[in-house]
């Protein structure tokens, strides 16, 4: 596992052949993003800024997000969403009420249905993803995402949302690693111990989403499909395979 000092040190060189000032973190009040706004600070010190963007978002997220910023001494910048989301959904509601019936799929089974969730819940990462690239831009700064190696495998994040980044720090690392590494760089035990959530809708968390554990998804990782149950390898090889498109570039043809 690359050290802390290890990935600095790369973050550094990124931002110096890029010809970019300094680093962007969104600081969602969660341990990757308390993991990666210390790092950023380590790579460039003095040249850091987190951002808060709360949308109808569970006040303590923010809480958390402003300890991490306070501990670590992070110059911050807060831009509500909640306006922006609130009318850009009216937007779309109505837009999509003109699709032809014919083309939308089948209504699901149950009304708290997370793939019926997706289209709107998808629209909070992008905006924060449009918010953090406008900072990025006025101060010259790269965007660091907070994506750990255990959500990029299966594609747990949003495509041209919390995946549209400059560079991914984490990238490599289990989510057990970056919650040693945590540790190691001293991030508030409140943020290292609560339960981890993208922020998609209030009580949403990782796991609940995934429909298995984080430790769960490790085991696989690290020791193979027989690490866990036929049911459970075969859920996370279709992830793997489903959400490829997600980790490379757009495919353009052959002919």
Same mark, same amino acid.
């Given at each position: 596992m690359s050290t802390s000092k290890d990935i600095a040190a790369w973050m550094r060189q990124q931002v110096t052949v890029s010809g970019a000032r300094g680093i962007v973190v969104g600081l969602s009040g969660g341990i990757d993003s308390a993991v990666v706004v210390r790092l950023a600070q380590m790579a460039a010190p003095g040249q850091v800024v987190g951002v808060i963007m709360p949308c109808h978002s569970d006040p303590q997220d923010e809480a958390d997000a402003r300890l991490v910023a306070g501990h670590f001494a992070v110059p911050t910048v807060r831009i509500d969403l909640e306006a922006a989301y609130d009318r850009f959904v009216a937007d779309l509601r109505t837009a999509a009420e003109q699709l032809p019936a014919d083309l939308l799929p089948p209504a699901p089974a149950q009304p708290a249905d997370i793939k019926a969730r997706m289209p709107l819940a998808n629209v909070k990462p992008r905006l924060r993803m449009a918010t953090l690239y406008f900072v990025a831009n006025t101060l010259n700064y790269l965007v660091?995402?907070?994506?750990?190696?255990?959500?990029?495998?299966?594609?747990? %994040?949003?495509?041209?949302?919390?995946?549209?980044?400059? +560079?991914?720090?984490?990238? $490599?690392?289990?989510?057990?690693?970056?919650?040693?590494?945590?540790? /190691?760089?001293?991030?508030?035990?409140?943020?290292?111990? $609560?339960?981890?959530?993208?922020?998609?809708?209030?009580?949403?968390?990782? /796991?609940? /989403?995934?429909? %298995?554990?984080?430790?769960? +998804? /490790?085991?696989y990782l690290m020791d193979g499909p027989d690490a866990v149950s036929p049911a459970l390898a075969m859920r996370i090889e279709r992830l793997m395979r489903t959400s490829d498109h997600k980790r490379t570039v757009a495919p353009t043809p052959d002919v």
């Open positions: 660091a995402g907070t994506g750990n190696r255990s959500e990029l495998t299966i594609g747990y %994040f949003t495509k041209y949302g919390d995946g549209g980044v400059d +560079l991914l720090p984490i990238g $490599k690392l289990l989510k057990s690693e970056v919650r040693a590494m945590a540790r /190691e760089l001293d991030v508030p035990e409140r943020v290292i111990t $609560k339960a981890p959530s993208a922020g998609l809708w209030l009580g949403q968390t990782d /796991e609940q /989403e995934m429909g %298995f554990t984080y430790a769960d +998804l /490790e085991h």
